[in-house]
Every structure is written in C-alpha cells, then in structure tokens.
C-alpha cells in the first residue's frame, strides 16, 4: 500500500519539476509573434529562418556608445545630404565628435569632395538615427519601416540636447524590446529581399531601404556576431 502511495506521488511530482526545469524558448517564442504580425500584415514569411540569438547570448551596449553612434550617425548623415564639407567640420566642434566615428565614417568625414555614391550611402544613415533615439528612450517607438524617418524631428532633438543632453536623457531600453525589434525587422528583410529576387515591389508597403538601415543599426545595437558599425552584415 505504501509502495503504491509514494509511486503516486511520485508520478504526480516529478511532472512538476520536469516543467519547472524546463528552459523557455524565449528565441521561439520571440519568432513567433514576429511571425504573428507580420502575417496580420500580409508580408510573406517562412518558418526556417533561424531565431536571434536569446537575450543570455546578446551583446548589451552601454548607453554611452549608442548615444556616441547616435551623434556619429547624425553628421554623417547631414554631410551626405548636403555635401557641405565644412558643416561637417563644425557638427563635430559642436557635439565634441571627433572620436565617435568608425574608420570607414572618418573617411567620409575628411574627404572634402566624396562621391555621389558615398553621400547617397551616408545619408541614409538618419534612419540608424531614428534607431538609436528609439533604443535610448527618445523616441516612443519604431513604427513600421514603411516610410523614410522625421528628420526634422532628428535634428531638432540634436540641436537642443547635444550631447550631454543626449546622455542625461537616454536610457537604453530593455535587451528583450531590442532582440523584438532585431526579431521583427529581420523578417521584414527578408520579406523585401526575397520580393526584390523576384523582380517584385516589397510587400506590404515596405520601404526597402529604410527596412535594411534599421535591420543593420538594431544588429549592431544586439551584437550581432560580435561585428564592428563597419563590418555588420544584415543576413536574410
């Protein structure tokens, strides 16, 4: 009788501590609702593109570097759409920049006369803006990457903040909303590039080229591979 009892028992426990010990799949689960959405928004996907990596496996900048990328991001930018080499020297007195840039951006910024091709490049660089004000807590949320960013609004925040205003203000989300947000526009990527395969439009009204800039600035902002600004890679 004994025996029978503590079997019983035995079967009723060890369920519990199976479930208890059981890890969550944070990275499926993630997937998933990314997956969610973007079936509710009619944007193609498909289930065996992998996961990002789980919030114990991710890079966690510090607020310094992302508000330092903000401000490197923003010059950069504003030489590539004006062209105006020496405003770009005066942005980087003002905002105390000089040693926020990447190898690649310092080349840009000491080139007096760069290419078409390079300031088209750099300025596409306010949509990582829009990310890293996003990351920090500037800006409420991220929307859809389906429309270029307010960049009036970019260079108004700059201009009043600077950048001790920017590291007084910013507050670097949670890792979780960042790997959301890295979960979600990798899967908007992928539906842009598999659409541009297939000589067709991006589905669902999306902006290739502000999906890829966003897609590459939060691979950054989780670490993606460990890679430097310069060398990130925005894998489909």
Known sequence: MMK?????????????QAAVSQPVDEAGARKGRSIAQLQSEGVPTIDHLPTVEPESESTRRN???????????????VKG???????????IRQFDAASFFTPKEQAFMDDPNPSDQDRAN???????????????????????????CDVPFI???????????????????P?????DAADLIYRYDWAAVNARLKGEEPPGGLDKGVVYE???????????????????????
């Not at 759409?81 to 942005?91: R, S, V």
């Open 4 to 16: 029978r009892l503590f079997s019983a028992l035995l079967a009723l426990i060890l369920p519990v």
């Open 63 to 77: 607020t310094k570097a992302v508000v330092q990328r903000t401000i490197a991001l923003a010059i950069v930018a």
């Open 81 to 91: 759409e004006t062209g105006d080499h020496a405003m770009g020297q005066a942005l």
């Open 122 to 148: 750099f300025a596409w660089r306010y949509e990582g803006v829009h990310v890293m004000l996003w990351a920090i807590g500037i800006s409420p949320q991220l929307e859809r990457p389906d429309h270029i």
């Open 155 to 173: 260079a108004k925040t700059l201009r009043e903040l600077g950048t001790d205003g920017l590291m007084r203000r910013a507050k670097l989300r």
């Open 175 to 179: 890792q979780k909303e960042l790997l």
């Open 214 to 236: 966003w897609h590459y600035a939060l691979n950054w902002l989780i670490g993606y591979m460990d890679q430097d600004w310069d060398d990130i890679s925005t894998d489909t």
